[in-house]
């Protein structure tokens, strides 16, 4: 069954925001590597990637119902960090605004009475409180260690090995 109109355009809306997530990643991957922090550079690589992963999902889901996915126009992130708790924040806010838009699309959906767009949505949910908890979970730990530097040097390098993981497990 099509989406209508109006869920087209929220799907479509959605894809931009993941490749929108995925710019922001990898510029905050940029930042870090210039502050010499390669592990924390490879971890927002590596969610770059994953964003575009999203990104596919929903127009995967769009080409299974009939609709048309289209990509909108992708800003560039205007990002620009002096420190690895810097670069961390922005990632939460853009996480907390990519979970605000899938609960919009996901009530959107109910709305609509869309069952078929449930299964997908909910994984989505799911996905976002586990990605919030994780950012949250590094920037405790660069406030913890405060000015230490050898702390975060092993921050770096632990997030660092989330590349060797994916590898892994490809």
């Known amino acids: 069954m099509r989406l209508n109109d109006k869920l087209e355009k929220a799907f ?13 990643y990898r ?5 870090l590597d210039r502050l010499d922090l390669n592990g924390m550079a490879q971890w927002m690589r590596a969610q770059s990637e994953e964003e575009i992963v999203h990104a596919e999902k929903f127009i ?4 299974a119902r009939d609709n ?37 699309l996901w009530n959107l959906a109910a709305d ?3 069952v078929d767009s449930r299964p997908l ?11 919030e908890d994780t950012v949250r979970n590094i920037i405790g730990r660069i406030e913890l260690i405060g000015a230490d530097g050898h702390g975060l040097l092993r921050i770096d390098e632990e997030l660092g090995s989330r590349q060797e993981e994916l590898d892994s497990k490809a």
């Open 12 to 24: 479509n809306d959605q894809v931009t925001m993941e490749l929108q997530a995925s710019n922001v």
């Open 27 to 31: 510029q905050l991957a940029i930042e």
């Open 60 to 63: 995967d889901h769009l080409a």
């Open 68 to 104: 048309h996915a289209l990509i909108g126009a992708v800003p560039a992130p205007e990002v620009k960090v002096e420190t690895a708790l810097d670069a961390f924040r922005i990632a939460l806010q853009h996480e907390e605004k990519v979970s605000a838009s899938i609960r919009d």
């Open 112 to 114: 609509e009475r869309d």
């Open 121 to 131: 949505l909910d994984t989505f949910i799911d996905e976002q409180i586990q990605e």
